[in-house]
């Protein structure tokens, strides 16, 4: 009863530290303090249920038990980071962002091209990556380069449909405004259409940033060399290993925050001129 006791005193206190710094100025550090008490508030709570209710290892390990395998397994873990993060996801990312990139700009210059690709891209869209990853994986190999082809399919279509969306985002009177300045089809891109997209892309780019992680862990269940997170958490869930399970899972969650992150960042960088950026400090 001590450990519920205190699950429910912790709990009660996260939520009085947050009521009042919702009623404060809103500062950097009041918006960065709300997340990490939400956090620390469950990890908390997790371990004192935990131990309260004395529940197997082997069911929930305690976030107690997570930290210390994290720490002992930490070679183990940044060789698995490295084969599906900047091997697979990370270079599937850039060839299929770069790709629905440059097939956007030629749909929008030659548009009966759109009636073509984008049923086609919509199909890719909807094959489901538990049917395609084997497929991918037969014909690319088991190693890094079959997980990386799996995150092209996954961020090709959403970055191909914001593109293309971004770029004919721009009104009529703009575009005129352009064309008396005797302004040609790709200085009016460069200097018109593509600003004028930049917040659609970076909403494909973090929309992909998500799915390239996912897409690359999933596809390492169906085949991978002796390395990696997906092929990791197969086999330790084989094993009963689930605290180096839950570090696996820990490395994606925080390897997946800080790629969304760093594209939020570029983007209020990038686009601090557009109205949706107005207002955010």
Request: charged letters at 10%; zero cysteines.
């Given at each position: 009863m001590g450990w519920l006791v205190f699950a429910l005193?912790?709990?009660?206190?996260g939520w009085w530290l947050n009521h009042v710094l919702a009623h404060r100025p809103k500062t950097?550090?009041?918006?960065?303090?709300?997340?990490?008490?939400?956090?620390?508030?469950?990890?908390?709570?997790?371990?004192?249920?935990?131990?309260?209710?004395?529940?197997?290892?082997?069911l929930l390990p305690p976030p107690s038990q997570i930290a210390v395998t994290f720490a002992a397994k930490t070679d183990i873990l940044w060789e698995d980071f490295v084969q599906t993060v900047i091997k697979g996801a990370l270079t599937g990312y850039v060839i299929g962002c770069g790709a629905a990139f440059l097939i956007a700009v030629a749909i929008d210059r030659f548009p009966f091209l759109q009636r073509g690709?984008?049923?086609?891209?919509?199909?890719?869209?909807?094959?489901?990556?538990?049917?395609?990853?084997p497929i991918l994986v037969m014909w690319f190999g088991f190693d890094w380069q079959s997980k990386a082809a799996v995150v092209v399919v996954m961020v090709f279509f959403p970055m191909l449909v914001n593109?293309?969306?971004?770029?004919?985002?721009?009104?009529?009177?703009?575009?005129?405004?352009?064309?008396?300045?005797?302004?040609?089809?790709w200085m009016t891109l460069l200097k018109l259409r593509l600003p004028a997209a930049m917040p659609f892309i970076f909403n494909g780019l973090k929309i992909g940033s998500t799915l390239a992680l996912?897409?690359?862990?999933?596809?390492?269940?169906?085949?991978?060399?002796?390395?990696?997170?997906?092929?990791?958490?197969?086999?330790s869930v084989g094993q009963l290993a689930l605290d180096l399970v839950w570090a696996e899972i820990a490395v994606a969650a925080m390897a997946g925050s800080a790629f969304y992150g760093g594209i939020a960042l570029l983007e209020k960088a990038m686009t601090f001129w557009h109205p949706s950026q107005r207002g955010r400090t």
């Open positions: 005193g912790v709990w009660a206190g950097r550090l009041t918006r960065l303090a709300v997340p990490v008490i939400f956090g620390v508030t469950i990890l908390m709570i997790w371990e004192a249920v935990v131990h309260g209710l004395e529940i197997s290892p082997i690709l984008l049923p086609v891209g919509n199909f890719v869209a909807a094959l489901p990556i538990i049917g395609m990853a593109t293309v969306q971004g770029l004919q985002d721009t009104n009529a009177m703009q575009r005129d405004l352009m064309r008396t300045y005797a302004a040609g089809y996912i897409g690359a862990i999933v596809a390492e269940f169906f085949g991978s060399p002796i390395k990696g997170m997906g092929f990791r958490i197969s086999t």
